[in-house]
């Protein structure tokens, strides 16, 4: 069961690809962008945060943090953030708690893998409450980035 838009964000602490801890608490009193990507260097998963990568001023001007989360490790996140140039900070959920948390975790994926972030978009609001939630079954839809945007705003 996936996190609903009204409910409080559930809390975490991830390590980021800069080898730092960074938990949800750290924003509060600004409103938080999460996504969820299941893999670093997949094609889907770099035009989801290309976008928001590419709308960063947008969301830098409304007081907003964007995270982006998967389970890759930490230096793999490390490598797709330079390759990439993404301004905000990757976090691994490596251990997968996070997106189980929030309803964003596929059983089995391609390739046989399990345990794989699903594609989902999260907006978190300065008390930390889910104010957008969209979670998606199909890895290769991508995310309403307008609907995100109008929650931020």
């Known amino acids: 069961m996936s996190i609903q838009a009204g409910q409080a964000a559930p809390q975490f602490t991830l390590t980021s690809s800069e ?3 960074v938990t949800l608490a750290d924003f509060k009193g600004k409103k938080v ?16 945060l290309c976008t928001m990568r590419d709308s960063f001023g947008y969301y830098d001007g409304l007081n907003a943090q964007i995270l982006g989360i998967s389970v ?6 490390a490598k797709f953030k330079e390759e990439n140039a993404y301004q905000f900070p990757l976090l691994s959920d490596f251990n997968k708690d996070v997106s ?3 309803g ?9 893998m399990k345990g794989v972030s699903k594609r989902a978009a999260f907006v978190i609001d300065e008390e930390q409450n889910v104010i957008y939630a969209e979670v998606l079954e199909n890895a290769g839809d991508l995310p309403n980035f307008e609907a995100i945007a109008e929650k931020v705003k």
């Open 72 to 77: 890759d490790s930490p230096f793999t996140l």
């Open 19 to 21: 080898l730092k801890e």
């Open 33 to 48: 962008v999460i996504h969820f990507f299941p893999l670093a260097f997949t094609g889907v998963c770099t035009t989801q």
């Open 104 to 112: 964003a975790l596929y059983e089995s994926f391609a390739f046989g």
């Open 100 to 102: 189980a948390a929030y």
